[in-house]
């Protein structure tokens, strides 16, 4: 059992770094607005303070009823005009009264500043507590523990829609890793069973002394068709994963002149016998990569045919539907069931009702059909036919003029 690695250890002598988290930051913010905004509420406090008269609020004693000041007020105004002496008295006493207040109020501040960083720091981090665990939930999802989900409680606040995005993701990614698994192991399947073939009439034929020149020839005959099919089964995965991959540049195609271009070639025959391709091509300009648009359409047109009946028919169309470019292909056949549909589009997975005349495919030719359409951001369509075949339809974005 391996230990987990522990955390490196910095140098002896070097100083060791904060660690900036959002916890620490938060609880800095909270304690600099605080103290921000008591340092501006003492300044307009002392301000207001500091602009009062001396004298406001403060009653001379007895002062002399007819009390001149050099200014002329006096008694005849009513309000008796401080001596020097006592202005004097009141401006000290209020210069000592400033001073304690602003020594009594940076002492408070003080205090209530260290108060709002402390509860700064127990709010952010109960706050931040379900990041804290969902970190940690994380950390121990591994390739192999997918089903995990974080599941957070509480309110649909933002913190729960982290989690629930990070639950759909987590979703993405166990399908994805179990699709992959289920292709790997699919692939090794179609790959060893040629190869066991191959190497079975090879040591058959090796182990017979006698064996002709003619039987020689056989054994290599039958060894080359085999190893043909190895490759356009390779070729068919390597065309997947591409197509999986996404785009690497879009340029404007007709999917009428790749699907024209294609049906004009002599076919091989893999399907049944008597079996008649019909097309009615309409113009249907799209953006996209032109050989895996081709690709498309022959995976389809070949599939039609192979999956088809004797003296079956299969129809291509190409044209508008809406505003949106579309391909169309339809044949006759078996029926097919509508909870089959989805099969269709799985790698490798061959339905007993397709299977006619030992014409079978790769098994991979709709699912290479899907992703160059999710590729090229297009709908992919499949009905099954009441009287036997199916329908499939793929819709591309339309293109801005």
């Not at 008591?38 to 009390?67: D, H, I, K």
């Not at 401080?82 to 001073?99: C, G």
């Not at 523990?145 to 649909?156: K, Q, T, W, Y």
């Not at 040629?194 to 054994?219: G, H, M, N, V, Y």
């Amino acid at each position: 059992m391996r230990r987990a690695p522990r955390p490196a250890r910095p140098a002896p002598g070097r100083p060791t770094r904060v660690r900036w988290t959002i916890r620490l930051r938060l609880t800095l913010l909270y304690g600099a607005l605080f103290l921000v905004t008591g340092v501006l509420l003492l300044t307009v406090v002392y301000l207001l303070v500091a602009g009062r008269p001396p004298w406001s609020g403060v009653e001379p004693p007895n002062p002399p009823a007819a009390s001149v000041t050099p200014s002329g007020l006096g008694a005849a105004t009513g309000v008796p005009a401080p001596t020097v002496d006592l202005e004097q008295q009141l401006q000290q006493q209020r210069s000592d009264y400033l001073e304690k207040l602003l020594t009594s109020s940076g002492i408070a501040l003080a205090l209530l500043t260290f108060l709002s960083v402390w509860l700064g720091w127990v709010v952010a981090g109960r706050a931040l507590r379900p990041l804290r665990t969902m970190a940690d939930t994380a950390k121990a999802i591994s390739a192999n523990d997918l089903h995990r989900r974080l599941s957070a409680p509480g309110p649909s606040d933002e913190i729960k829609d982290l989690a629930d995005t990070f639950d759909a993701l987590l979703d993405h990614l166990e399908g994805a890793f179990e699709a992959q698994r289920r292709f790997v192991a699919n692939a090794s399947h179609e790959l060893r069973t040629p190869l066991t073939f191959e190497r079975s009439l090879l040591e058959i034929t090796l182990a017979d002394p006698d064996a002709s020149a003619a039987e020689l020839r056989e054994t290599c005959v039958r060894v080359l068709g085999s190893n043909a099919r190895q490759e356009k089964l390779i070729e068919a995965l390597l065309t997947l994963a591409r197509s999986q991959r996404g785009l690497d540049r879009r340029v404007p195609a007709d999917l009428a002149a790749l699907a024209a271009e294609y049906l004009e070639q002599p076919r091989a025959g893999d399907g049944p016998p008597g079996v008649r391709i019909d097309s009615e091509l309409a113009p249907a300009a799209v953006l996209g990569d032109p050989p895996l648009l081709e690709r498309l359409i022959i995976n389809l047109v070949d599939n039609a045919v192979r999956h088809n009946v004797p003296d079956g028919r299969v129809r291509v169309w190409t044209g508008l539907r809406g505003n949106r470019p579309a391909l169309c292909v339809r044949n006759t056949g078996p029926k097919i069931l509508p909870s089959q549909i989805e099969l269709i589009f799985q790698p490798f997975q061959r339905l007993r009702t397709t299977r006619l005349g030992g014409h079978e495919g790769q098994g991979i030719g709709l699912s290479i059909v899907a992703a160059i359409a999710a590729a090229h951001d297009a709908r992919l369509h499949a009905e099954p036919l009441p009287d036997g075949g199916l329908e499939i339809r793929v819709e591309f974005p339309p293109v801005a003029p």
